[in-house]
Nanobody, 126 residues
Framework: QVQLVESGGGSVQAGGSQRLSCLAS????????MAWFRQVPGKEREGVAA???????AYADSVKGRFTISQDKAKNTLYLQMNSLKPEDTAMYYC????????????????????WGQGTQVTVSS
């Protein structure tokens, strides 16, 4: 079992920056990928960024060049650095972890992830 605890959400003005953190505990050695998802009411959960244990990353087109996913393996912590924030980035952000290996780049589909954090709200005002 893996537990994920998020932090770093809050309110920020457009153009600003924010960093989200996700602390993983439990059977962390079983994790192949970690990812950040976001969701707004009435919309599907979107895979924002994902990272494999060996470092390969994948990003949604909407955040490329602005967001950076990274991990500190020693601390079992996942990060999402968000720069140049836009109002459309406003969403509930979720940390996720996957136990299975998948071919190709890290997956960004919610159905491929096994464990989820509680979610942290990010609100970007214009």
């Amino acid at each position: 079992q893996v537990q994920l605890v998020e932090s770093g959400g809050g309110s920020v003005q457009a153009g600003g920056s924010q960093r989200l953190s996700c602390l993983a505990s439990g059977s962390t050695d079983t994790i192949y990928y970690m990812a950040w998802f976001r969701q707004v009411p009435g919309k599907e959960r979107e895979g924002v960024a994902a990272i494999a244990i060996y470092g390969r990353t994948a990003y949604a087109d909407s955040v490329k060049g602005r967001f950076t996913i990274s991990q500190d393996k020693a601390k079992n912590t996942l990060y999402l650095q968000m720069n140049s924030l836009k109002p459309e980035d406003t969403a509930m952000y979720y940390c996720a972890a996957a136990r299975r290996w998948y071919p190709g780049e890290p997956p960004r589909l919610a159905r491929d992830y096994n464990y989820w954090g509680q979610g942290t709200q990010v609100t970007v005002s214009s």
